[in-house]
């Protein structure tokens, strides 16, 4: 099972924060799913990209040849908001 984030910035330059307050939700996302996953017995590594979500999912389970994308994204008051996915490889 591999877990990635993205911080759904195209161009940082048009964000209201900064691309690094992105990247923390980010990583904070793909540790939350790493910790629930493993604390089930689930073999899983994580990632955190940059870039677009859609485009950044696709590419990521291209490259892990994924058979499988399962999506959800989560925001708490006052932090960027974080999308993740799980990809499951054959």
């Keep these: 099972m591999s877990v990635v984030s993205l911080d759904g910035l195209d161009v940082e330059a048009l964000s209201r924060l900064p691309r690094s307050e992105y990247r923390e939700a980010a990583e904070q996302a793909v540790q939350g799913f790493l910790e629930r996953l493993r604390a089930a017995g689930v073999q899983a590594e994580g990632d955190v990209r940059s870039g677009p979500v859609i485009r950044g999912v696709l590419l990521y389970a ?18 960027p908001a974080a999308c ?6 054959s």
């Design 62 to 79: 291209e490259e892990k040849d994924a058979d499988l994308i399962v999506c959800g994204a989560s925001t708490k008051a006052g932090s």
């Design 84 to 89: 993740s996915a799980a990809c499951r490889c």
